[in-house]
């Protein structure tokens, strides 16, 4: 990574404004997946170490820009402080008077967390006069909220504008691993894309087909090649307007691109549903695929196995059905057990892995799923954009 490091900074006895990403499942007033948070932990630690006093801010699920007590950061400073072992003194509010004065009368033990940065209408504006606010907090600014790293917001931008700036070691780390999968894979380079639309996740097949020596493709999304190919496809979820985009990608890539070779269907999205195996060219009509069969499994992990570095993003499934996650499962296993350097982004796929226990088993997950795909596309994330150079 060639961007400034929180380790190049002086932190001894300077307030630091942390932007984490604490976007994390609450329920009934408890964080259910505390990963982010975890994942934030070096950095908080590396801060408090090295004689700073980190002032941390965060947004927490979409709030409409005004206060929402569903949305309110007191679970994730509870939480945050049986994780830290250390003071979290968690503020009312984000910025003004009230936010100054505890910042002034704060004993410096610890951390601050301040509330919820979307609970104003100037974060996502990234209005100049919010920023102005939150850059006086602090003498320094540190980044370290990846998944985030694509939205131009007064938190992720705006700030970093206004003062010494640096990247946080998540981000320094996120950045050294998918730079690694993008521009030095060792070979072979196996990527894995799932999910439902190939509009979504066009710019990143191009992107992957430019370096990957196999792309294998599950989930939704290749239903639109298999109507572009002719196949039978039921009433599987394919997109008209696509067709000619999946030919042209077809024809470019050849064999690098695999399709599955048998998918499970049935004639209902929905637990308990009668399901049956069948060929990808040949879904009956009035059922609709919602998985990848056990031979594209056994396909996909020959691929798998002999793989030396792995790009993994969605499922190859309805994964939140039980019926219909197997092949998601399989592949999970099957990255899990490779000796690659593996890379997973994007929700479902981590969701597979944590659920699978074999998180522990991975090279990398990212904690960023959107900004992960448009990084590997190419696109310039203006969170990181912003920093410095180093």
Do not use: D, F, N, Q
């Given at each position: 990574m060639n961007k400034r490091s929180v380790r190049d900074l002086d932190l001894m006895n300077k307030r630091v404004l942390v932007r984490v990403d604490f976007n994390v499942p609450v329920k009934d007033g408890e964080v259910t997946d505390d990963t982010r948070i975890r994942r934030a932990l070096p950095t908080i630690r590396h801060l408090l170490s090295e004689g700073a006093r980190p002032v941390l801010v965060s947004h927490l699920g979409r709030p409409k820009g005004e206060p929402d007590q569903k949305y309110v950061m007191d679970p994730v400073a509870a939480r945050l402080q049986e994780l830290l072992g250390e003071p979290v003194e968690k503020l009312d509010a984000a910025v003004g008077p009230e936010v100054v004065e505890a910042i002034d009368d704060w004993d410096g033990r610890g951390v601050v967390l301040l509330e919820n940065s979307r609970f104003y209408p100037g974060e996502t504006s990234n209005d100049p006069g919010f920023a102005d606010q939150l850059a006086a907090l602090a003498d320094l600014y540190v980044d370290d909220a990846f998944g985030a790293a694509h939205r131009?917001?007064?938190?992720?931008?705006?700030?970093?504008?206004?003062?010494?700036a640096a990247a946080g070691l998540l981000m320094e780390e996120e950045i050294d691993y998918l730079d690694k999968v993008l521009e030095d894979p060792e070979r072979p380079f196996v990527a894995i894309l799932g999910g439902a639309k190939v509009s979504d996740k066009l710019g990143v097949i191009e992107s992957l087909l430019g370096t990957a020596d196999s792309l294998l493709i599950g989930g939704a999304m290749g239903f639109t090649f298999f109507e572009a190919l002719g196949y039978e496809i039921g009433d599987s979820l394919v997109e008209d307007d696509y067709l000619e985009e999946a030919k042209r990608l077809m024809e470019e890539s050849g064999e690098r691109l695999v399709l599955p070779v048998d998918v499970v269907v049935a004639e209902a999205m929905e637990e308990g549903a009668e399901s049956e195996t069948v060929a990808s060219d040949g879904i009956?009509?009035?059922k609709m695929g919602l998985d990848i069969g056990p031979e594209t499994v056994d396909l996909f992990e020959g691929?798998?196995?002999?793989a030396s570095t792995i790009f993994w993003n969605g499922p190859m499934g309805v994964f939140e059905i039980d019926d219909f996650a197997k092949g998601t499962e399989g592949v999970a296993r099957a990255v899990a057990e490779s000796e690659a350097t593996s890379v997973v982004g994007g929700g479902d796929s981590v969701a597979a892995v944590n659920k699978l226990g074999l998180e522990g088993r991975m090279s990398h997950?990212?904690?960023?799923?959107?900004?992960?795909?448009?990084?590997?596309?190419?696109?310039?994330?203006?969170?990181i954009a912003v920093l410095p150079e180093e």
């Open positions: 131009a917001h007064a938190t992720t931008v705006g700030v970093a504008e206004r003062m010494p009956p009509s009035g691929h798998i196995s002999g997950i990212s904690t960023g799923g959107g900004a992960s795909l448009e990084y590997v596309e190419g696109k310039e994330l203006p969170g």
